[in-house]
């Protein structure tokens, strides 16, 4: 069976194309536009007009591309920005008339519940013990800890992500070391009262998660971030980016996205290895599922 999954974000708008394989999903096509809903909004803020319009194009065209490779099914979700807009439920409509495509906008819950089970699905071995999930998005960031393949334990949703914490604090390219004290200060703080479990595996997945690995490879643990963060707070986006191959709005994000998954990764007491899957295989497992 195929399906696709366009999952539209608060940096970026994501299509994935996959066969489901028994327990497993076989990738056939995936594509992402840097959209950046939330770039400059505030909770409770409006998307404007221009944007709107902006996301309504690239997933028309995502939707005409995952018919083409001959998705049955093609399911939306949208996550942090579009749950806190004002106007949410506009551009969902307004996607809705131009593709007919109902787009569900996600809670924190379900974004940690996809989270979990797109990443358990695509592990190469099930670990011994709970498996932990860290999913660091441009508004929200997601933490799960369960037992494979989707028994969620525990989970938290926060309120931080990429794009607002760099807005936030990382105002200068590369960051200065006093904006990167105040932006750990903020983590700190919107970590400090969770008492997660302990996992006997953590991995990361989503677009921070995957970056930083072609920085330092797929072991993050405390010395290989502490290397990537010297990088990307002596050097300018734009040459970590061209030096990494990574997307120059990605690297831009890249400070504040290790900075979470760094002090995430302490609350743990674990080190993460990059995971694949996350939301959008977890939202076609489910939907394949039915």
């Known amino acids: 069976m195929r399906a696709a999954c366009i999952d539209i974000g608060s940096n970026t708008t994501r299509l994935l194309v ?37 996301v309504v194009a690239v997933v028309s065209a995502q939707v005409l591309i995952a018919r083409d490779l001959g998705a049955a099914h093609v399911r939306g979700v949208a996550t942090a920005a579009i749950r806190w807009a004002a106007n949410g439920q506009e551009l969902v409509e307004a996607i809705r008339v131009a593709t007919r495509l109902q787009v569900d906008i996600l809670s924190g819950e379900d974004e940690a519940r996809l989270a979990f089970c797109g990443a358990a699905a695509m592990l190469d071995q099930v670990p011994s013990g709970p498996l932990g999930v860290l999913d660091v998005g441009g508004g929200s960031s997601e933490m799960v800890i369960g037992t494979v393949p989707a028994d969620v334990l525990w989970w938290a949703s926060l309120q931080l992500g990429s794009s607002t914490l760099t807005e936030c604090h990382l105002h200068s390219d590369p960051p200065s070391a006093a904006q990167l004290a105040a932006a750990r200060r903020e983590v700190a703080a919107a970590l400090q009262s969770l008492v997660p479990p302990q996992p006997a595996l953590t991995v ?42 990574i997307d120059p709005q990605r690297a831009r994000l890249l400070p504040a996205g290790l900075l979470i998954l760094e002090a995430m990764a302490q609350r743990l007491g674990t080190t993460i290895v990059v995971g694949r899957g996350g939301i959008r295989e977890g939202v076609l497992l489910e939907a394949m599922a039915r």
Request: glycine share 12%; net charge positive; no cysteine.
């Open 18 to 54: 996959a066969d489901r394989l028994g327990d497993h999903l076989q990738e056939v096509h995936q594509e992402r536009a840097f959209t950046r809903i939330g770039r400059g909004l505030a909770a409770g803020g409006a998307i404007p007009g221009e944007k709107i319009d902006e």
């Open 204 to 245: 990361a997945v989503g677009g921070s998660a995957t970056s930083l690995a072609r920085m330092a490879g797929s072991l993050l643990d405390a010395q290989a971030l502490l290397r990537s963060l010297r990088v990307l707070a002596s050097e300018p986006s734009a040459i970590v980016a061209r030096r990494s191959q």
